[in-house]
């Protein structure tokens, strides 16, 4: 038993290890840009870039729509197929994760391809249907994630019977979608929320080929032109990911922690 235990802790101090050392490698590097002493250099070079500001502003901005939306196309959607259409679940499933199948540049391609600026729907024409179109790009990037993680907390709850009692009440379909099935699977929207901001934060394919703004390009291209600012943005970017990570644990735990509401 000892044996088996120790065999385990080692396992997981090698894969620890794995994730941390490049970590910290990266961190040291990043403060090495003041020769013979660390510093934050870097990090103050990279705040203080105005490119920095309004790439990190305009990912924000696309991350808070793209969640908003795919928040409004996802829970009604669950909502609907698991009270009246429980036969279509598997190809609605299959349709979430194809996403995780298809190649990012083959979606944006795609995307091109239908909405560029000579066919019927010319969003790539504008700045703000560009805009409308990344964001709609990062929507089915997102997809898989929000999906399931709503569809996990759907499960938790009772779906027919909370529509029921509201219907019994004279609650139309607006109200028993916001006030009653929102607030119960509150914990896989926030969940799936927090992955599609860190998912949007470094996305680079689309944004590149749509030539957006976004924080992944910048990424890429301080990456190609300067040494020690590269470090302290994998590092800003590591973090960002990992806060989003402790906040999907935190509010599980505090959904395991409170009732469901009726």
């Known amino acids: 038993m000892k044996a088996q235990r120790l065999g385990a802790w080692i396992a997981i101090a090698i894969g620890a290890s794995y994730f941390i050392v490049p970590l910290l490698g990266t961190l040291e590097f990043s403060l090495r840009m003041r020769r013979g002493e660390y510093s934050f250099d870097a990090y103050r070079s990279v705040f203080s870039d105005i490119q ?16 908003v939306f795919g928040m409004l ?12 259409l429980p036969q279509v679940r598997p190809v609605v499933e299959f349709i979430t994760l194809l996403p995780l199948v298809i190649p990012a540049i083959v979606i944006v391609f795609g995307y091109l391809r239908l909405y560029n600026s000579s066919s019927l729907l010319p969003l790539t024409g504008s700045t ?3 805009n409308a179109l990344l964001m709609f790009s990062y929507m089915t990037l997102s997809l898989p ?11 938790a709850i009772d779906v027919r019977t909370l529509t029921e009692a ?9 109200t028993i979608l916001f006030r009653c099935i929102f607030p119960n699977v509150m914990s896989g929207v926030l ?15 689309m944004a590149a ?16 032109n300067k040494a020690y600012e590269p470090s302290a943005l994998a590092v800003i970017a590591f973090a960002i990911t990992w806060l989003s990570m402790g906040l999907i644990q935190l509010v599980s735990r505090i959904q395991k922690s409170a009732p469901a509401k009726a």
């Open 191 to 205: 969940s799936g929320s927090f992955i599609t901001f860190a998912i949007v934060m470094g996305e680079f394919t």
């Open 209 to 224: 080929l749509l030539n957006r703004p976004a924080f992944g390009p910048y990424l890429q291209l301080v990456g190609a």
């Open 145 to 155: 994630y929000m999906y399931r993680a709503v569809d996990t907390a759907m499960r």
């Open 52 to 67: 920095f500001r309004e790439t990190f502003g305009y990912s924000i901005v696309m991350a808070l729509l793209t969640i």
């Open 73 to 84: 196309l996802v829970v009604p959607t669950a909502y609907w197929v698991r009270l009246r």
């Open 128 to 130: 703000s249907g560009t």
């Open 166 to 174: 509201a219907e019994s009440l004279g609650a139309k379909w607006p």
